[in-house]
């Protein structure tokens, strides 16, 4: 009896472990890595260098609060690295603060002449299909190309199967720095089925910037 319990005892205790060790392995990891492959950059209704644009992730998200590193490359030479902190509160609204940085330019550099850096505080607020957002780039940068004080605020709503949005923005979102409407579109997914446990989503937009008079479709994978 004494054995017998001893191996029960052994067995439970294996068992314990084991459930501990597969609990532990499928914890989500708060590090992700991804990447969008995009026919053209269309940033608020400009567009920014040429062609195909790969645009990689790297972020840390824990309890709310994210951090983490974007960037656009193009094969002609456009590059973009934006480092960005943000916080999503359960209620709907998020906070953060982006820095659009352009390699090349000296990292260190953040005078108004010649600055490398463009910080830009970010608002915004999510509750079932809507979306709005406000942001406000508040240095002046020669480099990064931001003169400051710069304002863009977007709205947004998802329907079943499309979405639709409208921006509107000042100093270095419109062609002569004055306030207008810049960014409007229509958007959609579909998941492309590569295997049966594996889908890529394919994004399409059609994007018309009334202030450049300027009309552009865009695709996109991501992974």
Sequence with gaps: ????????????????????????????????????IYSSYIWRGTRLGTGPHIQPSVTFSTAGFTAGVWGSFNSSGYSEV??????????????????????????SDVSVETGS??????AGFKKGGLNLSANYIFNEAGGAGSAGNDLYFEAGYGFSSFNV????????????????????????????????????????RIIFNPEREDLFVVVGFSF
């Design 82 to 107: 934006d480092p960005y902190i943000s916080y999503v509160f359960p209620f709907g609204l998020s906070l953060g603060i982006t820095d659009y940085y352009y390699p090349g330019l000296k990292f």
């Design 165 to 204: 949005f409208a921006g509107a923005g000042d100093g270095w979102h419109t062609s002569n720095g004055e306030f207008n409407l810049c960014h409007l579109g229509i958007g959609t997914v579909k998941q492309i089925n590569i295997t049966d446990r594996f889908s890529v989503p394919l994004t399409g």
């Design 117 to 122: 850096h463009a910080f830009e505080i970010n």
């Design 1 to 36: 009896m004494k054995k017998s319990a001893i191996m029960v005892m052994l067995i439970v205790a294996f068992e314990a472990g084991t459930f501990r060790i597969n609990a532990q392995e499928e914890e989500p990891s708060k590090f992700n890595v991804g990447a969008d």
